[in-house]
């Protein structure tokens, strides 16, 4: 039952451009590099100081592909 049920959500996340069908592979290479760490069936960052290094990103920039629109002030 887990099968079409973690297809279907990643096909989900691929189709919103949420999630990357490369992902797996920049996991395993990630894993290669030392940088990351299989714990369980997961990854886990080998560093400290890269895991704080990305949970302070600021995640209100706007991503690649997102288009923001101008705010336009009217008199």
Known sequence: MQFPQH???????????????????????ATARMLLRRVSGGYSFTRRLLLDYFADLDLDTPTPGTETQSKQQFP
Do not use: G, K
Request: charged letters at 15%; one cysteine or more.
């Open 7 to 29: 297809y279907t959500l990643r096909f989900w996340l691929w189709a919103l451009h949420l999630f990357s069908c490369n992902t797996v592979s920049f996991l395993e290479d």
